[in-house]
Every structure is written in structure tokens, then in C-alpha cells.
T-cell receptor, first 112, second 113 residues
Framework: EAGVAQSPRYKIIEKRQSVAFWCNPI?????LYWYQQILGQGPKLLIQ????????DSQLPKDRFSAERLKGVDSTLKIQPAKLEDSAVYLCASSRQQETQYFGPGTRLLVL | GESVGLHLPTLSVQEGDNSIINCAYS??????FIWYKQESGKGPQFIIDIRSNMDKRQGQRVTVLLNKTVKHLSLQIAATQPGDSAVYFC????????????FGQGTELSVKP
């Protein structure tokens, strides 16, 4: 069974630029999560989807972050405009309904 | 507020010894706990989980212990190997929040050959 796929693996941008990350979950997993992991810390949930609907986006900075999962499979996370403090690893995870979450390799973002 | 914390940020053990990584959680409503292993440059990898109706669960070389009285979770790794070197996170799932995981800070395990 293929794992969670993410791209790109690395991204370097300047502050105020825009960036987008893509995630393809494990086949059949209805629930998809985006996490932000700052260096030296545990992952922090940004947004959770159940199929194509948002379950929890309470910790998503909605003034600059947006995410969608239009067809209930792949998802994109966008930051516009980026700030220096957005430098982090962005992890995507998926699960069957709301059981064990399996993580992708992450996208490492550096904002200069 | 909600928090999951680890007692020790780093742990160094000799190859072949047993390792014990501890975790404290604060939310009594948490009903599901997971340990993840994260190697440098990779995403967290599922190791073992335990539900709140259990106090012990064993896997291959790993055991998780749950003490709900003192809100404490531990991960025991038997015969630690160099490949076990990584950061270990505990995470709690609060039962009425739809699968949301709260992660702790992490413990870095270093295995000396």
C-alpha cells in the first residue's frame, strides 16, 4: 500500500511571496490532516478534512493560509503572503475515518 | 489548556539496553494515545497505540504503558538498536474532538554503539 505523498519536498521563498503544497493521501482514507511542525516542536494541527468537508480549522491562520480538498482525495495548502515565522515543515496525514493517522514525508519551507 | 509534555528532551542509551521514554498528558477526556518515531528529514512514523480502556500494550520490541490515574504514558523499547535513534513523540486524541491529535514536544533518543 502506497503511503501519503507530498510535494514539493523542499521550498525556499521570500517573505510576502505565495506558496502551495500538495498532498495525496493513502487510498481509501477519508480523513486528511495538515500539520505545521516548527523546528524542535511536535506537529500542530492546522486543518482536518472529512472527505471534502472541513472538520476543524480552528488553528489555521485564515488571513494567510487556505486549504482545499475539492474532490475528497488530494488536498492543497496555500500560504499567501508568507511570513518569516511560516518557516517550518508542513506535514500531511491521513486516516480511515478518525483512526490512526499516517504521515507523509513533509514539505520543508524556508521563508527568507 | 491542553498539553502533552515529555519529562526529558534527550535520552542517550547504550546499544542493547532498554529505553524508556515518558510522557505526561493533561486532558482527562483523552481516550486514545499514539507513539510516533520521527527520523531526521522524515515524517512521523506510527509505532504503537493504546486506548484508554487498556493499561498496557505490546508490539515488536516496544511496550506502551498507560497510567490514567496520574495521566502518564511511557514507551519502552527493548534491546535498543542504532536504528532506533530518532525523536519520539507521544500524541493524545481527545475523544470528542473528531480525531484531533495533540502532540508533545518530543524526546530525542540517541543510541551509542
Amino acid at each position: 500500500e502506497a503511503g501519503v505523498a507530498q510535494s514539493p519536498r523542499y521550498k525556499i521563498i521570500e517573505k510576502r511571496q505565495s506558496v502551495a503544497f500538495w498532498c495525496n493521501p493513502i487510498s481509501g482514507h477519508a480523513t486528511l490532516y495538515w500539520y505545521q511542525q516548527i523546528l524542535g516542536q511536535g506537529p500542530k494541527l492546522l486543518i482536518q478534512f472529512q472527505n471534502n468537508g472541513v472538520v476543524d480549522d480552528s488553528q489555521l491562520p485564515k488571513d494567510r493560509f487556505s486549504a482545499e480538498r475539492l474532490k475528497g482525495v488530494d488536498s492543497t495548502l496555500k500560504i499567501q503572503p508568507a511570513k518569516l515565522e511560516d518557516s517550518a515543515v508542513y506535514l500531511c496525514a491521513s486516516s480511515r475515518q478518525q483512526e490512526t493517522q499516517y504521515f507523509g514525508p513533509g514539505t520543508r519551507l524556508l521563508v527568507l | 489548556g491542553e498539553s502533552v509534555g515529555l519529562h526529558l528532551p534527550t535520552l542517550s542509551v547504550q546499544e542493547g539496553d532498554n529505553s524508556i521514554i515518558n510522557c505526561a498528558y493533561s486532558n482527562s477526556a483523552s481516550d486514545y494515545f499514539i507513539w510516533y518515531k520521527q527520523e531526521s528529514g522524515k515524517g512521523p512514523q506510527f509505532i504503537i497505540d493504546i486506548r484508554s480502556n487498556m493499561d498496557k500494550r505490546q508490539g515488536q520490541r516496544v511496550t506502551v504503558l498507560l497510567n490514567k490515574t496520574v495521566k502518564h504514558l511511557s514507551l519502552q523499547i527493548a534491546a535498543t538498536q542504532p536504528g532506533d535513534s530518532a525523536v519520539y513523540f507521544c500524541a493524545e486524541n481527545i475523544g470528542n474532538q473528531g480525531g484531533k491529535l495533540i502532540f508533545g514536544q518530543g524526546t530525542e533518543l540517541s543510541v551509542k554503539p
